[in-house]
């Protein structure tokens, strides 16, 4: 499903260069779910938005499927994002002038796979039936997570990345999204690489790895 080869990268700063990724290599099953773990700063996010090609490498190369995004343009890339991954961050990013379930549906319209049953379903199981016809301000943090979640899972992309995405709620609502999370990727073929600083989030993926010295080392399997 992924495949991050030798990926190095860094950013120019007053001193010279900033090194933060050091030849990562990293490894995703089709089907499978990852926990990419490492104290602040250690690069999680940018190594999570270089997969999603939100930024470019230095060096190295990254496989998702049939694409090789370090030889796709930006036009290419807009497209891949559209249509081959799910993105969910710990600040929601909803569309604000959208009622909830057209905040569901925008992605999965993009990419062409807009699925009314299969929207449907995720509505029933996320528990958002009642809150269609609201806007993300009228909603909970945890509401407008879940939606963030089905917006996401709507297309039913290959890969879905996700960078924190209980970090900003609390430990109750935070236990309650991830379950929810981890259930709807059991009826969908959808591989996940999560970013988190939590223990205890990570148990509950097949796989986790550690991001030190700008290197990553397998922290064993569930």
Same mark, same amino acid.
């Given at each position: 499903?992924?495949?991050?080869?030798?990926?190095?990268?860094?950013? #120019?700063?007053?001193?010279?260069?900033?090194?933060?990724?050091?030849?990562?290599?990293?490894?995703?099953?089709?089907?499978?779910?990852?926990?990419?773990?490492?104290?602040?700063? @250690?690069?999680?996010?940018?190594?999570?938005?270089?997969?999603?090609?939100?930024? !470019?490498?230095?060096?190295?190369?990254?496989?998702?499927?049939?694409?090789?995004?370090?030889?796709? $343009?930006?036009?290419?890339?807009?497209?891949?994002? !559209?249509?081959?991954?799910?993105?969910?961050?710990?600040?929601? $990013?909803?569309?604000?002038?959208? !009622?909830?379930?057209? $905040?569901?549906?925008?992605?999965?319209?993009?990419?062409?796979?807009?699925?009314?049953?299969?929207?449907?379903?995720?509505?029933?199981?996320?528990?958002?039936?009642?809150?269609?016809?609201?806007?993300?301000?009228?909603? @909970?943090?945890?509401?407008?997570?879940?939606?963030?979640?089905?917006? #996401?899972?709507?297309?039913?992309?290959?890969?879905?990345?996700?960078?924190?995405?209980?970090?900003?709620?609390?430990? @109750?609502?935070?236990?309650?999204?991830?379950?929810?999370?981890?259930?709807?990727?059991?009826?969908?073929?959808? @591989?996940?690489?999560?970013?988190?600083?939590?223990?205890?989030?990570?148990? !509950?993926? #097949?796989?986790?790895?550690?991001?030190?010295?700008?290197?990553?080392?397998? #922290?064993?399997?569930?």
């Amino acid at each position: 499903m992924l495949e991050v080869h030798g990926v190095f990268k860094s950013y #120019a700063t007053a001193q010279g260069p900033l090194p933060v990724l050091q030849g990562v290599d990293l490894t995703l099953r089709p089907g499978s779910s990852l926990a990419l773990m490492g104290e602040s700063g @250690s690069g999680k996010s940018t190594l999570l938005h270089l997969i999603a090609g939100l930024d !470019r490498i230095d060096r190295g190369s990254i496989h998702c499927g049939e694409h090789r995004l370090e030889q796709m $343009n930006e036009g290419q890339l807009a497209h891949w994002r !559209r249509t081959q991954i799910g993105l969910v961050f710990q600040q929601f $990013n909803l569309i604000g002038s959208l !009622r909830v379930e057209d $905040n569901l549906a925008i992605q999965a319209r993009l990419a062409g796979r807009h699925d009314p049953r299969w929207q449907a379903h995720l509505v029933r199981r996320l528990g958002l039936g009642e809150l269609l016809r609201r806007y993300p301000e009228q909603l @909970s943090g945890g509401q407008q997570q879940r939606v963030a979640l089905g917006r #996401a899972l709507a297309s039913r992309p290959p890969l879905l990345l996700a960078d924190e995405p209980t970090g900003s709620l609390d430990e @109750s609502t935070g236990a309650e999204v991830l379950q929810l999370l981890l259930e709807l990727l059991d009826d969908s073929p959808t @591989s996940l690489l999560m970013v988190t600083h939590s223990p205890g989030v990570a148990a !509950r993926l #097949a796989e986790k790895a550690l991001l030190s010295g700008g290197r990553l080392a397998c #922290a064993g399997e569930r």
